[in-house]
């Protein structure tokens, strides 16, 4: 199984220079461009300080009942282990290809060419948060008594249901509403997301119909059976566009403990630094992790996506080899850039960490100007991200000698060969 996770390596070192220290004079800098007023201790820290506790998954009830007994352990599960996501649906709906887009950067005109899965097939992925993506074979019975349905749903931490709204997809429901019923009984708190799939090549009339067809049968089908307002998303989703990092975004962002902190921090960094919007990306497989509050504009979003694109190749070319071993000095260890475009929208990236970037949009004429100021508001916020996620990764940063980097690498591998 590949290891997801992105290189290190492959980031581009910028030649500037690390900004004022923490804990300097100049900790103001984030109230200049900003209402707060003079003399605030900085307000990341303390969004940090007052969300970073995990709030998700909490259950007081009496866990003697096998549901509730099945919560706790999903809620344990899912804190300790890495959580699943579980693709299924039809054969040929498209959950292969999704995978190999999203996950492993494959084009989407080559997934033309894959071939059937015929076996769960599991990735792996080690990223900012570790997770892993199942994918099962779309004639496989997993409620056949010699699966073990426990095991297969037990870490889950949502189920994807791809239907092909190219295709007659009739069946397709009968397995959806089959699979949610028979689950209700042992675990009812399965998010379960349905990919409205390969919508590319149908007009928005048509999108829309299906859309709302499938909403409306999958819905007409379990209150029949009984069940009210089901805990399902759907999801219109294409492999040629940005729409399935999109979707694929909104399930992990369900599974983040501390999406509320992320969420909290970058909308007081934007507000602070003047910004249009803020994402923070996943750089290998571009899912957003986390945006400030303001409304989602795709036009935006998916300039943000190719950024990343652009200096990931830039990196491939140009970037030079980390050595583990050597420390950086006072050079800046963290791939950052910035390009305006033709409508003077300046577009601005930064590297958090191995695993995650900021990407920004900035419109307004005066924060574009405080450039400076902005990387120093984005050295805060990275210092409060990384506090955040407190993770092996910051530890290995911390060690720049000795064979910090060797240990996680093995642990990476230790971990790809059990999964
Ligand atoms: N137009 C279009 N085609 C897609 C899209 N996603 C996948 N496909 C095509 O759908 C076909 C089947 O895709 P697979 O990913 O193999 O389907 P699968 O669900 O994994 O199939 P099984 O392994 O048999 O269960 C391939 O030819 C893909 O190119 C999409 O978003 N739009």
């Known amino acids: 199984m590949p290891d997801s996770t992105p290189n290190e390596e492959s980031c581009v070192g910028s030649p500037a220079h690390k900004t004022t220290p923490p804990g300097s004079p100049s900790h103001r800098a984030l109230e200049i461009l900003s209402t707060t007023p003079p003399g605030s201790p900085p307000s990341l820290r303390l969004s940090l ?5 995990p709030d998700t998954l909490k259950s007081t009830s009496n866990p003697t009942s096998k549901v509730e007994g099945n919560v706790f352990a999903m809620d344990k599960k899912l804190r300790q282990n890495k959580p699943r996501l579980l693709l299924m649906g039809q054969r040929r709906s498209g959950k292969s290809s999704i995978t190999s887009v999203v996950f492993h ?39 056949d008594p010699t699966f073990d349905t426990t095991e297969i749903f037990s870490e889950i931490g949502a189920l994807v249901w791809v239907i092909d709204a190219q295709d007659d997809y ?3 429901l009968n397995r959806l509403t089959t699979t949610i019923i028979n689950l209700q009984n042992t675990f009812p708190h399965i ?6 799939h390969k919508i590319d090549s149908l007009n928005e009339e048509l999108r829309s119909d299906i859309y709302q067809d499938i909403v409306q049968r999958v819905n007409d089908d379990l209150s029949d059976a009984g069940y009210i307002n089901p805990n399902i998303t759907y999801h219109l989703t294409s492999i040629y566009d940005h729409s399935i990092f999109e979707a694929f975004s909104k399930v992990i962002q369900k ?18 630094c003047g910004m249009a919007k803020a994402y923070l990306f996943d750089i290998l497989s571009k899912i957003y992790v986390a945006s400030d509050s303001g409304p989602i504009d795709m036009e935006v979003y998916e300039m943000c996506s190719d950024y990343i694109d652009v200096i990931v190749d830039i990196t491939d070319i140009y970037g030079y080899e980390r050595s583990h071993n050597v ?3 006072e050079q800046m260890q963290e791939a950052e850039s910035s390009v305006t475009v033709h409508d003077g929208t300046m577009i601005y990236l930064k590297e958090m960490n191995r695993y995650l970037c900021l ?11 405080k450039k400076g100021l902005i990387d120093y508001n984005c050295h805060i916020f990275q210092d409060a991200l990384n506090e955040v996620f407190a993770r092996n990764w910051e530890k290995d940063k911390a060690v720049t000698n000795g064979n910090g980097e060797q240990q996680a690498d093995a642990d ?8």
């Open 49 to 53: 300080l007052s969300l970073n506790k």
């Open 170 to 172: 009739s069946d397709s």
């Open 105 to 143: 950067k494959m084009p989407p005109q080559e997934t033309l060419f894959l071939e059937s899965t015929t076996r769960i097939q599991k990735d792996s992925v080690r990223s900012f948060m570790d997770f892993q993506v199942w994918d099962f074979p779309g004639q496989l019975d997993y409620f």
């Open 412 to 419: 990476a591998n230790a971990d790809a060969a059990s999964a």
């Open 255 to 272: 599974l983040i403990p501390q999406l509320n902190t992320l969420e909290n921090l970058l909308t007081v960094l934007v507000n602070n």
């Open 327 to 329: 420390v950086l000095g």
């Open 191 to 196: 998010n379960v997301e349905v990919f409205v």
């Open 359 to 369: 990407v920004s949009v900035i419109k307004n004429d005066e924060a574009r100007d």
